[in-house]
């Protein structure tokens, strides 16, 4: 069990924290709502590339506005950044909602939607990243986060498979309207956090330029930040193109409906919480690069046997494997940048590392449908799995560059 009492060196607060896990829970178990009745009404009216252009489009603004939002974060109060986040969000579920009543739904809209919710969530996350930051210290810091971790597992194993039934079998005003409660609830459990924002009141003192200069100075001093970043970039990639390739597996691979494709992304993370429960239960380790490393592996090798699938059963079965490696692979990342780097930069660093990783996106996404095209719908898995393993040689640079900074400082 995670001890959330204070101790001399802790800065966790246990109700903050306990409130920052229940917002982040409704927050991602609405999300699955929307995502996944946006995700399939285009599966059914257009095209791989349609889906492919509407998730690069949920990512194109981590590309260009990353840098800038992480001195915005280390310069402005994480909570108010968090609860800004999910009022927008919410305003724009009900303008979608509007558009839905009106009969102006399209996938134009659905374009214009996902940018504009994509905008206002790439402040969301590293903001939430680094007020976990505030509320742990190193003793407790894998806990945390894992169970963090679980909490999120719990919205996404909950979240699909009830969304897959309100798709098939209520109305799209009825699933969105969810979606938007979520993020009332949400921004309402946010208000009620209390963090010790001293960190963020000294960071504002400086201009904005002289911020995201000394964000890049520090990124390019220790330059293990940039090829983990790149480890995951392919990581990411990877993952892009499989995501394009998945739900056309279960609509015309395996013949099915938009419930079983709810149920087959539920169960996939049943594998998720039991890695999260373990880590939970683990004590601390500094070797997170060796572990980093090893999950990149296991999960391109599954993602690559998805290719093999022939029944929903087998789908689920190396899903839940591959998926196991999720919170192995971004637990002990986010835990070594947590413990690495300071406070103050925290906001800029995971912007940039952000950044980085997100390059790759947009390219799978939109490459998602020649690939598809090329190879067919079950070999794409192949592709998307070989290109993730590749960014396991990128976690071994890293790891090299890391102890030769440790050296030297």
């Keep these: 069990m995670i001890q959330l009492s204070k101790s001399n060196n802790e800065k966790t607060v246990p109700k903050s924290f306990i409130k920052l896990v ?14 996944l009745a946006l995700t399939w009404f285009i599966v059914q009216t257009g095209s791989p590339m349609q889906v492919g252009i509407n998730l690069a489009l949920s990512f194109l603004p981590n590309i260009i506005l990353a840098p800038f939002i992480g001195s915005v974060v280390d310069k402005v109060s994480r909570k108010l950044l968090m609860w800004i986040s999910d009022i927008v969000r919410l305003f724009l579920d009900l303008i979608l ?3 839905v009543i009106r009969g102006h739904f399209s996938i134009s ?5 996902s940018l504009f919710k994509a905008i206002v969530r790439i402040f969301y996350m590293p903001a939430q ?45 009825i699933v969105l309207g969810i979606d938007a409660i979520t993020f009332l609830l949400s921004a309402i459990i946010i208000y009620k956090i209390k963090v010790d924002e001293r960190e963020v009141e000294q960071a504002a003192k400086s201009s904005y330029f002289t911020h995201v200069k000394e964000g890049l100075i520090y990124v390019r001093k220790y330059a ?4 983990l970043s790149l480890a995951f970039a392919f990581v990411n990639g990877g993952n892009a193109l499989a995501n394009v390739s998945r739900p056309f597996l279960v609509s015309e691979v395996l013949q099915l409906d938009s419930d079983a494709y709810g149920v ?38 599954g993602i690559s046997l998805l290719s093999l699938a022939e029944s929903f059963f087998m789908v689920v079965l190396i899903q839940v494997i591959a998926f196991s490696m999720g919170p192995v692979m971004s637990i002990n990342a986010n835990v070594f940048y947590q413990n690495e ?20 996106m947009p390219v799978g996404f939109l490459f998602g449908d020649l690939v598809i095209r090329s190879f067919g719908i079950s070999s794409s898995f192949i592709v998307s799995g070989a290109i993730i393993i590749v960014g396991a040689g990128f976690v071994l640079i890293a790891a090299k560059l890391h102890s030769k900074s440790a050296l030297e400082r």
Excluded: C
């Design 97 to 99: 909602i509007y558009f």
């Design 264 to 301: 087959m992304n539920s169960f996939a993370s049943a594998g998720a919480i039991i890695a999260s429960i373990f880590l939970v239960k683990s004590k601390p380790k500094h070797k997170n690069l060796s572990w980093i490393f090893i999950s990149i592996l296991i999960w391109g090798l």
């Design 129 to 173: 990243t680094s007020l976990v930051q505030q509320l742990s210290d190193q003793g407790n810091r894998v806990k945390v986060n894992a169970f963090l971790d679980i909490s999120s597992r719990v919205a996404m194993i909950a979240g699909p498979i009830l969304a897959g039934f309100s798709v098939r079998y209520f109305s799209m005003e």
């Design 341 to 360: 780097v300071p406070p103050s930069y925290m906001g800029r660093v995971y912007a940039i590392r952000n950044l980085i990783s997100s390059l790759a």
């Design 22 to 35: 229940a917002s982040q829970t409704i927050n991602m178990f609405g999300d699955a709502f929307s995502g």
């Design 224 to 227: 293990w930040i940039i090829f």
């Design 109 to 113: 809209i659905i374009y214009v939607y």
